[in-house]
């Protein structure tokens, strides 16, 4: 693996980030800094903390930014739904995030599940 552009964890989060752009751009204008930039936030957050915690070069380094950036995933999943409830966005919106949301959080808890067991393996 060359860079932290190649983990699919990383390009996965990239293409959640510009969903969830796209999302708040119907958001009332009222919203825009608050709930609005809450979700930018923590989208942002997700692929940051992975490409960080990749040019650490430590396993137990890179673990930490993963659990960071499913920190950040599980705020913006809890934001999404606060989305959904004042009827900023539609089911089918919020679904669709839900869906991506939970394939990142597999993914991403998958990873720190292998790096850990590799970790193990060099002790």
């Given at each position: 693996?060359?860079?932290?552009?190649?983990?699919?964890i990383w390009q996965k989060s990239m293409q959640f980030v510009t969903d969830c752009y796209l999302l708040c751009s119907n958001f009332p204008k009222e919203e825009?800094?608050?709930?609005?930039?809450?979700?930018?936030?923590?989208?942002?957050?997700?692929?940051?903390?992975?490409?960080?915690?990749?040019?650490?070069?430590?396993?137990?380094?890179?673990?930490?930014?993963?659990?960071?950036?499913?920190?950040?995933?599980?705020?913006?999943?809890?934001?999404?739904?606060?989305?959904?409830?004042?009827?900023?966005?539609?089911?089918?919106?919020?679904?669709?995030?839900?869906?991506?949301?939970?394939?990142?959080?597999?993914?991403?808890?998958?990873?720190?599940?292998?790096?850990?067991?590799?970790?193990?393996?060099?002790?």
């Amino acid at each position: 693996m060359a860079t932290f552009r190649d983990l699919i964890i990383w390009q996965k989060s990239m293409q959640f980030v510009t969903d969830c752009y796209l999302l708040c751009s119907n958001f009332p204008k009222e919203e825009m800094y608050a709930l609005t930039s809450q979700i930018k936030r923590s989208a942002v957050s997700i692929p940051s903390n992975i490409a960080e915690g990749y040019g650490r070069k430590s396993d137990k380094e890179f673990i930490r930014f993963l659990n960071i950036s499913l920190s950040s995933l599980f705020e913006l999943q809890t934001q999404i739904e606060i989305a959904y409830n004042l009827k900023y966005i539609t089911i089918e919106q919020f679904n669709n995030s839900l869906d991506q949301g939970r394939e990142i959080e597999r993914i991403i808890s998958s990873f720190i599940q292998k790096i850990k067991q590799r970790e193990g393996e060099n002790l």
